[in-house]
T-cell receptor, first 112, second 116 residues
């Protein structure tokens, strides 16, 4: 699977939008972008995934650039409970492995 | 959404003993389960992949005789840490998927193992 690059940490004010970037310049045409987050001492939680179109669900929005070499996860109105490590992962959907390879992620701190 | 549970949530054991961690899918049948390990301030590292009814596939560097994985049913996988040592102290997390190729893995809450 392709590697991703994320900033190690980010701060965001409560109530503001949190924009978390991810670079995946070597992504292949059949690889999806997934986002998970991990709140301290808990298991990871799925957030969203996409291939090339922008996606939105009740948790977040995912913006993927046209060349697919980078993406941004947007939490529209961050709350203190959104403080977590956010992982951007690229993976083939339908691939033989199925497992997720976690990088270091971005530690998002939402401050009051 | 699908729920995965782990038991126990935390355990303390003495060096040299064995400890078993259970991972259960509560409302779906998990054809594949994954076991991860996470050391403090580090990311999750995949240890092994198990498919129901077959032997687990271990990642490079993970001792299969030390970390015994059993996936005897579609709702239960167990990880047994044998002859535990203090360096095995870690956060162990399982995940499950209904379909090996599924985009969504459901993670358990994790088990904190401390070996004294």
């Amino acid at each position: 699977d392709a590697k991703t690059t994320q900033p190690p940490s980010m701060d965001c004010a409560e109530g503001r939008a949190a924009n978390l970037p991810c670079n995946h310049s070597t992504i292949s045409g059949n690889e999806y972008v997934y986002w998970y987050r991990q709140i301290h001492s808990q298991g990871p939680q799925y957030i969203i995934h996409g291939l090339k179109n922008n996606e939105t669900n009740e948790m977040a929005s995912l913006i993927i650039t046209e060349d697919r070499k980078s993406s941004t996860l947007i939490l529209p109105h961050a709350t203190l409970r959104d403080t977590a490590v956010y992982y951007c992962i690229v993976r083939v959907y339908g691939g033989s492995q199925g497992n997720l390879i976690f990088g270091k992620g971005t530690k998002l701190s939402v401050k009051p | 959404g699908a729920v995965v549970s782990q038991h126990p949530s935390w355990v303390i054991c003495k060096s040299g003993t064995s400890v078993k961690i259970e991972c259960r899918s509560l409302d779906f049948q998990a054809t594949t389960m994954f076991w991860y390990r996470q050391f403090p301030k580090q990311s999750l590292m995949l240890m092994a992949t198990s498919n129901e009814g077959s032997k687990a596939t271990y990642e490079q560097g993970v001792e299969k005789d030390k970390f015994l994985i059993n996936h005897a049913s579609l709702t239960l996988s167990t990880l047994t840490v044998t002859s535990a040592h203090p360096e095995d102290s870690s956060f162990y997390i399982c995940s499950a998927t209904q379909d090996r190729a599924s985009y969504e893995q459901y993670f358990g809450p994790g088990t904190r193992l401390t070996v004294t």
